[in-house]
């Protein structure tokens, strides 16, 4: 393929906030009296805030009030904030620095499709936000992942065929929201995990440009 765009999400493939994240919602399930473990947390990658909290709420069979489930998403959000926070240039993933550099040589449009409401606040702590000509974030979005309502948005911001983009996912959600969209997939993580993506790689670092235009 002539690949003309790549667009990734966050957090596992550009920056580990993930581990954050789990806090959060561990200390958010614990509150509740909700036993949480990393396992649990697995179905949450990819997915939104509000329906994340949902997916906790029910495996401890509790039933809140929409007001009240905003004050819990918000309290969530507070605790992931203050891990991020202490990000600084440097804590990005192996590799993903040499990978984005490599595709502006290359005059490869890069766009972010996370779903994270804080995607530009790391970008901007990690000081990467100058690489992303698109950012698509979980503020601009009305559908979540497997939709593909993000990496559509992404494609017709950065003005590049689908057929021409690639996207950068570790999480299931992820891949399946590209895939019906119509875009080719690179997983990064585990491939008995990621399964449908087109390829998968441990990281950005194994990724290569020759490699990306042999996919179809």
Known sequence: ???KACIFDLDGVIVDTAKYHYLAWKRLAEELGINFTEEDNEELK????????????KKGNKEISQERKDELAAKKNDWYLEFVNEMTPGDELPGTLDFLKTLKQNDIKIGLGSSSKNAKLCLTLLDM???FDVIVDGTMITKAKPDPQIFLMGAEQLGVAVENTIVFEDAVAGIEAAQNGGFLTVGIGNPDVLNKATIVKPSLAEV???ELESLK
């Open 1 to 3: 393929m002539e690949v």
């Open 129 to 131: 936000m100058d690489f």
């Open 46 to 57: 990819g997915v939104s805030r509000m329906d994340s909290l949902d997916i906790i709420l």
């Open 208 to 210: 290569t440009i020759k």
